[in-house]
């Protein structure tokens, strides 16, 4: 006999009533994303599809599935929801007399063995096999076994505490940027995101900041988006671009005392800019305020210019520069100008 199903009868339909193409991300109307909506609806699935019992409450399911066919392993309910439709679509027909032989102690009985034989018998192996992975520490194979156990006898709901178990194991191991993505598909188990708070925290301890960056960006709260920023202001701090830097250190909230990277990021740009273009490191070095010798590099600002004047034959101008500047006062071969006028005061 051919399987009937229940695919395509219902497209995703947004909380507000609107429903989504197939390449669209976003509701149109509400703005919620598309990842939102298919992630509520499995959970529906996954909590409704255990307890649901008849035809009534399964084919609605069923067709759900088909509205988020590209979602996880939204194929695997597909499969279990069809064996269950299938079940007890054979059993209302049974109903109608092609069992009127049958004594009723023989049609429970095997109505318990196709039960055991389609509820059980293709998911018990995996569920047991995950059970004694976990025993054993081996999440990784635990967690492939739960998901080939399809919700039989929990596994599903087992499935985020074994994440978290594998994340906890990989943190002690120092694997913090593997770790944090194994807290994440825990789906906020337990004090998950607490742990990868402190993943990227370790990650910023060992001057890794470019996977630092990467696990506060699992995160979404204010705090870890500052952590984002402060993390890739220290990459380009590696990589000696301070002008970056600067902007990234601007929105990081003063996290690790970002306030300090930025002094010294306009005190590097101020003091970069000391030669070529003495405005600019005006400005950097006034924003640096008291980080290092800033203040007296601004008096060196001044001394360039009274060079530039000297340079370009303006003596009277230079002279009066150099002047207002402490005598001991140098800066590469500046020096030496100075000298030379304040000698012929």
């Known amino acids: 006999m051919k399987k009937e199903t229940q695919k395509g009868t219902l497209p995703l339909t947004c909380s507000c009533g609107a429903i989504f193409s197939n390449d669209q991300l976003f509701c149109t109307t509400c703005g919620t994303s598309k990842e939102e909506l298919q992630k509520s609806k499995y959970k529906e699935i996954c909590e409704k599809a255990k307890t649901a019992a008849s035809l009534k409450e399964l084919e609605p399911l069923r067709a759900s599935c088909d509205a988020i066919s ?140 470019g996977d630092a960056s990467k696990v506060f960006s699992l995160l979404s709260t204010k705090e870890s988006k500052a952590y984002v920023n402060y993390a890739n202001g220290m990459e380009q701090v590696q990589k000696k671009n301070y002008a970056k830097a600067l902007e990234y250190f601007e929105k990081a909230d003063d996290v690790e005392g970002s306030a300090k990277r930025i002094d010294q990021a306009h005190y590097v740009l101020g003091k970069q800019a000391i030669s070529t273009d003495t405005e600019s490191a005006r400005n950097h070095l006034r924003a640096a305020g008291d980080y290092k010798d800033a203040k007296n590099l601004l008096k060196v600002c001044d001394l360039m210019d009274a060079e530039q004047e000297a340079q370009a034959g303006n003596l009277n101008e230079a002279l009066a520069m150099f002047k207002k500047l402490p005598a001991n006062l140098s800066y590469d071969q500046v020096s030496f100008l100075h000298m030379i006028f304040t000698e012929n005061i």
């Open 70 to 209: 590209d979602y996880r392993n939204i194929t695997e309910w597909q499969a279990f929801l069809d064996k269950k439709i299938d079940i007890l679509k054979k059993k209302k027909k049974k109903k109608t007399g092609r069992i009127i032989g049958l004594s009723s102690a023989v049609v429970v009985l095997a109505a318990l063995a196709v039960l055991f034989v389609i509820f059980v018998m293709p998911y018990l192996p995996h569920f047991m096999k995950a059970e004694k992975a976990v025993k054993s520490g081996d999440y990784v194979l635990a967690i492939e076994e739960y998901k080939q156990a399809e919700g039989f006898l929990g596994s599903d709901e087992k499935l985020p505490e074994t994440y978290y178990a594998y994340g906890a194991a990989l943190q002690d191991e120092e694997k913090y940027l593997d770790a944090a993505n194994a807290f994440t598909d825990s789906d906020n188990h337990a004090d998950a995101e607490t742990r990868i708070a402190e993943c990227g925290k370790a990650l910023i301890q060992k001057k890794q900041y």
